[in-house]
């Protein structure tokens, strides 16, 4: 079945500064990348998706990066802020399945220090 | 717009107890999910229903859960007997499109 493989596990960063976290997949029929964020005792929320006809989506200090020949895809926050601390989780759709159907990866905690 | 939503939001069991879990989804939704998420882990589906039936639960261990949905909007999860292994949180989403929308999920802890 489909992979999804997420890099770091944690990452710190100073306020102000960039984070960057990656994401491969295995499937590469995959059409679909959300990126959700989920705060400590809080759902996931969706902050940003892309598809695969496109390399790249921003969305103010957030941005999207999709590379389908290597299967990969990152989520670029700039100008990060303490309230962007958080668990964020990639997800692509399983091998032959509904997009739907969302494979996430293990999660990559962030950390903005003030 | 009210969101999805989950009932209880906490439930501390014995183990070998059964247990049950509500979810209402947003009005409209015809895809709905229970995901599973241990402490530290991404979520893991566990069913799939679009409407009322079931089109995906390859990932559900059905010797001790199972699910329903009868009306293809509230649904129950149940698990019997339960196991310490199953302590984890149980998330319900639901979805019209691609994105997916989840609730506040429900944190069992069985002793």
Redesign the interface.
């Known amino acids: 079945g489909e992979n999804v493989e ?1 890099h770091p596990s944690t990452l710190s960063v100073q306020e102000g500064d960039s984070a960057v976290i990656k994401c491969t997949y295995s499937d590469s029929a995959s059409n ?1 990348f ?1 990126w959700y964020k989920q705060e400590l005792g ?5 902050i940003i ?1 892309i598809r695969s006809n496109v390399g790249e989506k921003k969305d103010q200090r957030i941005a999207v990066t999709l590379n389908k020949t290597a299967k990969h895809f990152s989520l670029h926050i700039t100008e990060t802020q303490p309230e962007d601390s958080a668990v964020y ?1 990639c ?1 692509a759709p399983p091998i032959g ?11 990559t905690k962030l950390s903005v220090k003030p | 717009e009210a969101g999805v939503v989950q009932s209880p939001r906490y439930k501390i069991i014995e183990k070998k107890q059964p247990v049950a879990f509500w979810c209402n989804p947003i009005s409209g939704h015809n895809t709905l999910y229970w995901y599973l998420q241990n402490l530290g882990q991404g979520p893991e589906l566990l069913i799939r229903y679009e409407n009322e039936e079931a089109v995906d639960d390859s990932q559900l261990p059905k010797d001790r859960f199972s699910a329903e949905r009868l009306k293809g909007v509230d649904s129950t999860l149940k698990i019997q007997p339960a196991e310490l292994g199953d302590s984890a949180v149980y998330l319900c989403a639901s979805s019209l499109g691609d994105e997916a929308f989840f609730g506040q999920g429900t944190r069992l802890t069985v002793v």
Do not use: E, H, M, V
């Open positions: 997420q679909y959300p809080k759902r996931p929320q969706l998706d989780f997800a399945g509904s997009q739907g159907n969302l494979i996430f990866g293990k999660g």
